[in-house]
């Protein structure tokens, strides 16, 4: 079975792959939550070869609306360009909910 996310958990950590080298990058997973409010988070590349990004969460504010929640990478390049990664969708249960 594979484990729930839950609305205010933070011992969570988020992890794409952008299949393209990332050297000198900077990296962002940006979100939509299930109220379409968007954002983004400041990743951690952890693999500039293969683009593997990563960000922890801190706060337990950061997973504050239950549903489905869409992410993606978007990535600024040393010469200003701009790459985006495919999107994936995950839900945020509500504790206590199935």
Do not use: C, H
């Amino acid at each position: 079975m594979a484990a729930k996310i839950y609305k205010n958990q933070n011992k969570l950590r988020i992890q794409l792959t952008g299949n393209v080298a990332m050297s000198g990058a900077t990296a962002y997973i940006a979100y939509r939550k299930p109220d379409n409010t968007t954002g983004e988070w400041t990743g951690i590349i952890s693999d500039a070869v293969n683009g593997i990004v990563y960000y922890d969460l801190v706060s337990v504010n950061e997973l504050d609306v239950a549903g489905v929640w869409t992410i993606w990478l978007r990535v600024v390049f040393s010469d200003a360009r701009v790459g985006y990664g495919q999107p994936y969708q995950f839900t945020v249960y509500d504790a206590g909910r199935s």
